[in-house]
């Protein structure tokens, strides 16, 4: 895993790489489609800028990070730090950084910085995304909840220390 793994403020220059690595967790259902490369391009954006809009609406306070491995932006994460609860709203890694251990990196250090607060760490997964549901699984996080299609995983503070 490279060194240092840091994260900085996503500002405006940095919208089409987080896109275009946004882009890439959307391909596996976009190849359940007969769509052009232009339609899923449209489709992509408008889900992508309705998602930002969400999240800024719900979560105006939140932390949207690129992750970067040294001074090369390799991810994004997003992060709601709440009094009760921290919630990770999305994170997500370029296609070439994925399964070097750096997202977990991300996600052990939002781990330590929950315990360290006594807040519960929470993420909604897909419930099709087994990979995801594996390492989430792996991490110590439990099922809390189904919520439509996606899997409430929750890490309890009191978890850090037993894995």
Known sequence: MPNPITTRPI???????????????????????DWSAAQKAAFVAMQFQAQRQDYQHRFPQADYDLIMAGDEPVGYVYVMRGQEEMRLLDIAMAPAWRNQGVGTAVLRELMAEAAASQRPLSYMVLRTNEAALRL????GFQQAGLYGHHYLMVHRADRVNSE
């Open 11 to 33: 500002t405006p220059a940095d919208d089409p790489l987080v896109l275009a690595i946004y882009h890439t967790t959307r391909e596996p259902e976009l190849a359940l489609t």
């Open 136 to 139: 989430y699984q792996r991490l």
